[in-house]
């Protein structure tokens, strides 16, 4: 079947732009989690998404970031007034949390988007 | 805060040996931790995931230890190939988060 999949999978953009990173995760899967890896770094955890409740919005680096996701599904990541800093790899990955079930939160990931802000 | 440690940045192993990665967490106990691969240019790929009452599991030539005691796994690969290698990255969920090592770079050398 089919996995995470993510676009653009490479985006340039100009200092002070805005930008929408898209996210499709595996069907049926409750839970939705947006990281970013800079060059050589480790997985940073931006926000997680679970079903119907509320996200857990406590990795977004600044108000400059936001994500939503529609209908339990698509899940969009913007960024307002792109830094240089922002420059990235945004990885998305999505996890089957089965009600009853053994608590395993395995992520499938996406390919990411690179984001190059100049 | 929860903080992640993995032994090295790099490492490099002969073809046919066995290569030993180490993640070291803080301040937490995990009812389970991950082990991820990945490739240059792709996203992290699940392997293995140990709960903290299991000491040891396999797959394969892989192998994990989970240490509550000394908040340490250990991950294996066996008879490595160059096939492997790649960037392994350990995880545990922290509350609602999850947390990743900063990874090791495995390079298995023909």
């Known amino acids: 079947g089919a996995g995470v999949s993510q676009s653009p999978s490479n985006k340039v953009t100009e200092k002070g732009k805005d930008v929408e990173l898209r996210c499709d995760p595996i069907?049926?899967?409750?839970?939705l989690y947006w990281y970013r890896q800079s060059l050589g770094q480790g997985l940073e955890f931006l926000i997680y998404?679970?079903?119907?409740?509320?996200?857990?919005k406590s990795g977004l680096p600044s108000d400059r970031f936001s994500a939503e996701r529609t209908g339990g599904s698509v899940s969009t990541l913007t960024i307002q007034r792109t830094q240089q800093e922002d420059s990235a790899v945004y990885l998305c990955?999505?996890?089957?949390?089965?009600?009853?079930?053994?608590?395993?939160?395995?992520?499938?990931f996406g390919p990411g988007t690179r984001l190059t802000v100049l | 805060s929860q903080k992640i440690e993995q032994n090295s940045e790099a490492l490099n192993i002969q073809e046919g040996k066995t290569a030993t990665l180490t993640c070291n967490y803080t301040?937490?106990?995990?009812?389970?931790l991950q082990w991820y691969r990945q490739d240059p240019g792709r996203g992290p790929v699940f392997l293995l995931l140990?709960?903290?009452?299991?000491k040891e599991k396999r797959k394969e030539r892989l192998k994990v230890t989970f240490d509550t005691t000394l908040k340490q796994s250990l991950f294996h690969i066996t008879a490595s190939q160059p096939a492997d290698s790649a960037t392994y990255l350990c995880?545990?969920?922290?509350?609602?988060?999850?947390?990743f090592g900063p990874g090791t770079r495995l390079s298995v050398l023909p």
């Open positions: 069907s049926g899967h409750t839970a």
């Open positions: 140990i709960r903290e009452n299991e």
């Open positions: 301040n937490y106990s995990p009812a389970y």
């Open positions: 998404f679970q079903g119907n409740s509320a996200p857990d």
């Open positions: 990955a999505s996890s089957l949390l089965l009600a009853g079930g053994p608590r395993t939160d395995t992520q499938y």
């Open positions: 995880a545990l969920r922290y509350g609602q988060n999850f947390v």
